[in-house]
Nanobody, 115 residues
Framework: QVQLVESGGGLVQPGGSLRLSCAAS????????MSWYRQAPGKGRELVAR????????HYADSVKGRFTISRDNAKNMVYLQMNSLKPEDTAVYYC????????WGQGTQVTVSS
């Protein structure tokens, strides 16, 4: 079965950095559009970043442009989210998403930005 397993979340001070990882299995990873979403307490889930199957095309939410970078390694079935200059408003559960004709979600990893 398809599994997406996120890791790398945690507590970080404002201005700090974290790198999230998502390990995918059970799917033809290189064919999937991979995305990171987040959901803050009391808010809906929002798209943070997306990377197309080849890895050359990316899209970012305005709120993270210039601070976050999404990348993928199709040989390792991995997608990453490098998060720099973190702000308290980045606090959320971050989810890995895989989509083509079907859509799959990971279980999420908590990111807390606080002093």
């Amino acid at each position: 079965q398809v599994q997406l397993v996120e890791s790398g979340g945690g507590l970080v001070q404002p201005g700090g950095s974290l790198r999230l990882s998502c390990a995918a299995s059970g799917l033809s990873f290189r064919n999937y559009i991979m995305s990171w979403y987040r959901q803050a307490p009391g808010k809906g889930r929002e798209l943070v970043a997306r990377i197309m199957d080849g890895g050359a095309v990316t899209h970012y939410a305005d709120s993270v442009k210039g601070r976050f970078t999404i990348s993928r390694d199709n040989a390792k079935n991995m997608v990453y989210l490098q998060m720099n200059s973190l702000k308290p408003e980045d606090t959320a559960v971050y989810y890995c998403n895989a989509r083509v004709s079907m859509e799959f979600w990971g279980q999420g990893t908590q990111v807390t930005v606080s002093s």
